[in-house]
């Protein structure tokens, strides 16, 4: 049974059973910018912290490696990590998502880039939640609006000309 979490003009947020949440959107942009973008470290502080600062600590993308990012916002800092369990270039990637604020709460995400063929890039992300509770936490806390606005800065990077 899938139901509605949210809704967004942008990011089709659904949760297809009591722990999973399920993120669909689509990129203006040929599916090798959009892997870039997401697997680039001075990219990925570009867009990633919903327009707050970020600083990319690690960023080991490959079956094994760590990544770390810190949130720098009006309301402090926030530091976000996992390691990476699976790595098929422009297409997959497994990795598990921890927040500092909730240490031992973590979410194993899939995310995968469809290339619609027409310059166009279907990104869909499943987050799998320990609990129900972790589940109702997250999204509680602001998660749909959240990527909305990191969504939004992607958008703006991969509408800049390639360097």
């Known amino acids: 049974m899938t139901t509605q979490v949210a809704s967004s003009p942008k990011a089709l947020v659904t949760q297809p059973s009591e722990r999973e949440v399920r993120i669909e959107r689509i990129f203006n942009a040929p599916r090798e ?22 600083v990319v600590e690690r960023m080991d993308v490959q079956r094994g490696g760590h990544w770390r990012f810190v949130e720098h ?3 402090g800092s926030h530091g976000f990590e996992g390691r990476y369990r699976e790595v098929t ?4 990637i497994e990795q598990t998502f921890e927040w500092d604020g909730t240490p031992g709460h973590v979410v194993v995400e899939t995310m995968t880039l469809q290339d619609l063929g027409d310059g166009r890039t279907k990104l869909v992300t499943v987050s799998l939640f320990h609990t129900v509770e972790d589940l109702q ?13 990191s969504y939004a800065a992607l958008d703006k990077l991969l509408a800049q000309p390639q360097a």
Do not use: I
Request: no cysteine; net charge positive; hydrophobic share 40%.
């Open 137 to 149: 936490g997250m999204v509680g806390a602001g998660m749909e609006q959240g990527l909305n606005q």
């Open 89 to 92: 270039p422009m297409e997959r």
């Open 33 to 54: 910018r959009v892997w870039k973008a997401m697997t680039d470290p001075a990219l990925v502080a570009q867009w990633w912290g919903r327009g707050n600062k970020v």
């Open 73 to 75: 916002s009006p309301d």
